[in-house]
């Protein structure tokens, strides 16, 4: 299980643009739903503009101006959304991986637009979830869709899923997808349809707790025989929400042995939630 959050904000990055409202509009929604106070954090960046070498007289204190405004414009945003939400924002001088990173450290989840490398720098990465928004695809349904299999790792990213399902009211998919293995040694005769029914009985067992813990959760089982990306980007063509573990690799480690996460954060079609194993 995740550890419990419940003292901190759900914290939103912005920087103004149409991306960062979505997100804004996604971290309040998770803030009511959570009954947490929302905090949204614009990252000032100077390096663009100042380096050591050649510094700019005041170059932060002409940012904070238009910072402000982006401020604004997000807590309006959230307001509007939801009158009664406790809102408050925050404007940092900084890079905005390193700002949101040190954000992470006090805050229940992490909530970004679905443009630029920040999310994939930051997901699975912190030892919050991380949710990186683009809009849901038409005709999305009210459905999470959740990557399981079966592994230890994967038990935070399914308390999640369950838990969001339950305070969304949607129904709750699980994804578990498999490929026969392929030896290198002697060939064995191997029943694919029978590995097949061994990992669906093992994940039904698995999700057996979980279904008597949320029991007002409708949750469906999906076995898919393939890849589990291809599986995980097909589902998000329907879900409001892709929920994926990660193991918490640093970025080059998932570089050089590929991450489902990292490729559910490229090409799903639905807001993504990454959600770290602690080791």
């Not at 238009?66 to 009664?84: T, Y």
């Not at 392929?182 to 067992?205: K, N």
Request: charged letters at 25%.
């Amino acid at each position: 299980m995740r550890t419990s959050f419940a003292d901190r904000p759900i914290v939103a990055g912005t920087d103004g643009t149409a991306h960062a409202a979505l997100a804004v509009e996604w971290a309040a929604d998770e803030a009511h739903r959570r009954g947490l106070p929302l905090r949204v954090v614009h990252a000032a960046d100077r390096l663009p503009y100042d380096t050591p070498r050649y510094p700019i007289p005041d170059c932060y204190d002409r940012m904070i101006p238009s910072g402000r405004q982006v401020l604004d414009h997000a807590e309006k945003i959230a307001r509007d959304r939801w009158p009664g939400l406790e809102v408050t924002t925050e404007l940092a001088d900084g890079r905005p991986g390193r700002v949101l990173r040190e954000q992470a450290c006090r805050a229940a989840e992490l909530v970004l637009g679905g443009h630029g490398p920040v999310g994939g720098r930051l997901a699975g990465h912190v030892d919050v979830p991380v949710v990186v928004v683009r809009p849901a695809p038409p005709g999305a349904g009210a459905e999470i869709v959740a990557g399981f299999d079966g592994s230890h790792a994967a038990t935070p990213a399914l308390a999640y899923a369950f838990e969001e399902a339950r305070l969304s009211g949607h129904r709750l998919r699980v994804v578990c997808a498999w490929e026969p293995p392929i030896s290198s040694g002697p060939r064995i005769a191997v029943d694919p349809d029978e590995i097949g029914r061994i990992r669906e009985d093992r994940a039904r067992r698995l999700l057996t707790a979980w279904r008597d813990r949320f029991a007002d959760v409708e949750t469906e089982l999906d076995m898919v025989r393939g890849h589990p990306v291809a599986a995980l980007v097909d589902a998000s063509a329907r879900a409001a929400l892709l929920v994926v573990g990660s193991h918490g690799r640093n970025a080059l480690t998932a570089a050089v042995l590929g991450s489902v996460s990292r490729a559910m954060l490229e090409h799903a079609r639905c807001p993504v939630a990454v959600v770290r194993h602690a080791a």
